[in-house]
Nanobody, 126 residues
Framework: QVQLVESGGGLVQAGDSLRLSCAAS????????MGWFRQAPGKEREFAAA????????YYTNSVKGRFTISRDNAKNTVYLQMNSLKFEDTAVYYC???????????????????WGQGTQVTVSS
């Protein structure tokens, strides 16, 4: 089993920044590919960013590219999502997810991830 706990959400104004954290426990974290997803009210969960197990490869959805940065610290079993220039439309519950199966590329598909955190609310006021 893998446990994921997100933190760092909150209420900010448009243009502000936030950094989300996701702490993992339970298995060898450094082998996991990690992703961040988000779900806005009344909408389906959507992919935001993903990172390879080493951190060498990252992938972003177009709407956050250039504003969000995913990173990880394998010594701390933690993945981060630095969010800059936040917009009203970034308002959502943000979830981190872990893909623990070996020999896979990072993926924007929610189906590729095996474990999910409980989510953290990010609210951006316009």
């Amino acid at each position: 089993q893998v446990q994921l706990v997100e933190s760092g959400g909150g209420l900010v104004q448009a243009g502000d920044s936030l950094r989300l954290s996701c702490a993992a426990s339970g298995r060898t974290y450094s082998n996991f590919r990690m992703g961040w997803f988000r779900q806005a009210p009344g909408k389906e969960r959507e992919f935001a960013a993903a990172i390879s197990s080493s951190g060498a490869s990252t992938y972003y959805t177009n709407s956050v590219k250039g504003r969000f940065t995913i990173s990880r610290d394998n010594a701390k079993n933690t993945v981060y999502l630095q969010m800059n220039s936040l917009k009203f439309e970034d308002t959502a519950v943000y979830y981190c997810a872990a893909d623990v199966r070996p020999f896979r590329a990072i993926s924007p598909s929610a189906n590729a991830y095996d474990y999910w955190g409980q989510g953290t609310q990010v609210t951006v006021s316009s």
